[in-house]
């Protein structure tokens, strides 16, 4: 059902397979996730795609962890089925348990309420938080 | 601006002045933010919000810092100008230095944009994220 | 700061003033709002936009005070800082009470919250719930 | 597919029973959704997310179907599946009819539409509505 | 599962009718799409969204492919799953390669990053930008 | 009021300079926007974003006004202020013109609420859409 299906790592170009095998290199996996094999139909966009997720979720201020559970967040706010399922199975791969992960949505379901209080209340922002 | 206008704590009710103190002693500060004074008109949306901010945003099994940064990301992803000045300001007291705060949306920014290539791409859920 | 700017009803056309003409009429009032005035800039915009919220907006199976309700419900939602303020103050003159806001905005952040409980949570719909 | 799975009725504590017994004893109902189930594995998120819908979806200044009616707009507006589906079942129980659904979704397309327009042509908040 | 189901060609109306035939004869098609179908059960907001639609999409400064294109790109913004499908469709009919379907993709994702970039980091807006 | 500043040019250290030369040699432009100076204090992010807006918005299967037009539809489908101001300009820039605008942004009115209605009425996607 992707727009323009699926390249599998048997029948990817070297470009692509250049790519697949640094994912699963990085990831320290043997397969490849639906969302690449999608995108790498315009090898631009899947090399460029995965060097900046590389370069962003590996461990620096953050740990990998908290940058794969700040991802669920964004994905289950932005209501992206695909991301919010291969999102958490990162997450817990990366060490994340149940009760970290029922604290994570409690966080985002009471962000995404107080997100629209403070817009519906039309409230001005504090001048101590303009500096 | 804001709709009802702001409950100071020299004019609250004693409920209101409650929730006000339990904020100020929670929070370990001497002043009320505008979102409080704005839904405090509503003495039950007032009581209700911060009991339940405060019973999710104590550590747990994430700490503090980490559920204030979430917060960020959530606001930064529905573009909440209240909320991303707010709960900024409280990150930073939570312990988020700047690297932290440019690798929060860092990730923020790759997750709004997978997040529309997985569905733009009508990327399927693959199998074994599906357990 | 508008785009285009603003078409004032003096500067107007006649095709312009028979659409400004007919929102005074139809609401009662002696003034133009600065998004009518921005969009009248395209004069099909402006009718085609016009027409539908007069269609839309009259009262109905559903009464206009319950309608504009809704539109700042939807504007909450989004985050709409114009549509907000404009339909709030388009609401009260249907006869929104601050009571009624109140309840309003408390039901609008709990359906933002638990929107995403639902999507992050990963819950599947209920079979009754398919007929 | 529930990422924690459900925790049905028999195999629930008796913390999580007792909401379960309020659900359906204020809804008057003998079945529990699939949302409360899901989220049930974390009893705290269970009983302050009930025990916050049961606050706010009481009849008040405004009525159970006014109120159920806004949160299938806020829901189809946020494009949440789950909830379009379950808020939509609760509506018509609340007394909901098809023309009612019709208008309502007339209302929700036509503010997500006049929203963009708002933003996108950039216009500024009258000076009126800004009190 | 559509909420009232679908109403067939050989079901209608005349009025639901009239518009079938119109968007058969205007698209160059045999088919109803799912969605006219669904809100058919309100003749006036079959009628109206027709209509608008049949006057926006249509080629005028910008022609037909770009307009479809800018649809698919909303819709991928909003994961609204029936219209990525239906418009990526339209899209192809009207031109769209897979090259500027990858195109179109990376500007979408791009600009979903970088508005909360811009919203996170609470960029003022440049001087020069406000004229 | 960004949250970290603004790094001017005089004060840029070589890493960032060297963006902001290749920035404003690509844009043919002699100033640098406040959204770079904004992210500029994380050279890593001005990096890895810029490279990745010159790579995506350059001329190609799509040309360059077409790619900021579909920026402009994304950035107020999400509300983006900043976003729409400087891309709004940068359309213009490329050659769009007040009609170019104003289809535009019909487009994106009406796709921001057919997307809803789609959602709204649960309409499934049509078989001939899965391929």
Same mark, same amino acid.
């Given at each position: ?9 048997? =029948? ?17 996996? =043997? ?10 139909? =315009? ?82 922002? =504090? ?5």
């Amino acid at each position: 059902m992707a727009t323009l299906g699926f390249i599998e790592y048997q =029948d990817a170009n070297p470009d692509v397979r250049a790519v697949y095998d640094d994912i699963m290199a990085t990831r320290k996996t =043997d397969r490849i996730n639906n969302f690449w094999k999608a995108i790498a139909h =315009d090898p631009a966009t899947l090399r460029r795609t995965w060097e900046s997720v590389k370069q962003i979720m590996g461990a620096g201020a953050l740990d990998s962890l908290t940058k794969e559970m700040i991802y669920v967040a964004v994905s289950a706010s932005n209501q992206c089925g695909y991301c919010i399922a291969s999102h958490t199975a990162a997450a817990r791969k990366a060490g994340m348990t149940d009760s970290m992960f029922a604290e994570l949505m409690a966080v985002v379901g009471m962000a995404n309420e107080t997100n629209r209080l403070a817009s519906g209340y039309q409230v001005e922002i =504090d001048e101590q938080f303009k500096t």
